[in-house]
T-cell receptor, first 115, second 116 residues
Framework: ETGVTQTPRHLVMGMTNKKSLKCEQHLGHNAMYWYKQSAKKPLELMFVYNFKEQTENNSVPSRFSPECPNSSHLFLHLHTLQPEDSALYLC??????????????FGNGTRLTVT | AQKVTQAQTEISVVEKEDVTLDCVYETRDTTYYLFWYKQPPSGELVFLIRRNSFDEQNEISGRYSWNFQKSTSSFNFTITASQVVDSAVYFCALSAPFFGNEKLTFGTGTRLTIIP
């Protein structure tokens, strides 16, 4: 198993659908993250979980709902998305909470298209 | 506030040429970390290197080298004798405590294309 696994790799959904992105890390890390990567924009931090507790919500719209049932799994629940939400969604993990000095380990991402 | 600037949006070089990717950062903190990540076409960002603000020694790892200069707030990345497999988007990033909130700030990335 690779370090951080994301499913699905690609997702096409309508604006009224409900779907979930899944992330699993096999590195024994304590912190997990969701990032959004849009074309020609810096990576945007969405959510941070440290020891299963959410410590960061970077002004993300409520149509994105994270869930972290344990330190190895992270979900992003999606509902009533907008076309501008189409992007690559990246999951990452790090050994130490807070991120200072701890490299992030990323998954392959989920390419989301909202129609 | 933290900021990372990668002024080069896209670079193309012929295989075996050397190429340098620029990174300039801004932070008010005296303690911070700088990173480089590589994003190949497969999508995942791969961690390449981390340097802390107290260590200005240049580092070499195979064909990769990094030049950290606090005087110019730069952390440049050089690939020597480039290969097609080096084609990717490269991100520079900064991590520094800011009002106790330790975030990783990414630059916009440089797309490097190595022409065979």
């Amino acid at each position: 198993e690779t370090g951080v696994t994301q499913t699905p790799r690609h997702l096409v959904m309508g604006m009224t659908n409900k779907k979930s992105l899944k992330c699993e890390q096999h590195l024994g890390h304590n912190a997990m993250y969701w990032y959004k990567q849009s074309a020609k924009k810096p990576l945007e931090l969405m959510f941070v979980y440290n020891f299963k507790e959410q410590t960061e919500n970077n002004s993300v719209p409520s149509r994105f709902s994270p869930e972290c049932p344990n330190s190895s799994h992270l979900f992003l629940h999606l509902h009533t998305l907008q076309p501008e939400d189409s992007a690559l969604y990246l999951c990452a993990s790090s050994q130490d909470p807070g991120g200072l000095g701890s490299p992030l380990h990323f998954g392959n991402g989920t390419r989301l298209t909202v129609t | 506030a933290q900021k990372v600037t990668q002024a080069q949006t896209e670079i193309s070089v012929v295989e075996k040429e050397d190429v340098t990717l620029d990174c300039v950062y801004e932070t008010r903190d005296t303690t911070y970390y700088l990173f480089w990540y590589k994003q190949p076409p497969s999508g995942e960002l791969v961690f390449l290197i981390r340097r802390n603000s107290f260590d200005e020694q240049n580092e070499i790892s195979g064909r990769y080298s990094w030049n950290f200069q606090k005087s110019t707030s730069s952390f440049n990345f050089t690939i020597t004798a480039s290969q097609v497999v080096d084609s990717a988007v490269y991100f520079c990033a900064l991590s520094a405590p800011f009002f106790g909130n330790e975030k990783l700030t990414f630059g916009t990335g440089t797309r490097l294309t190595i022409i065979p």
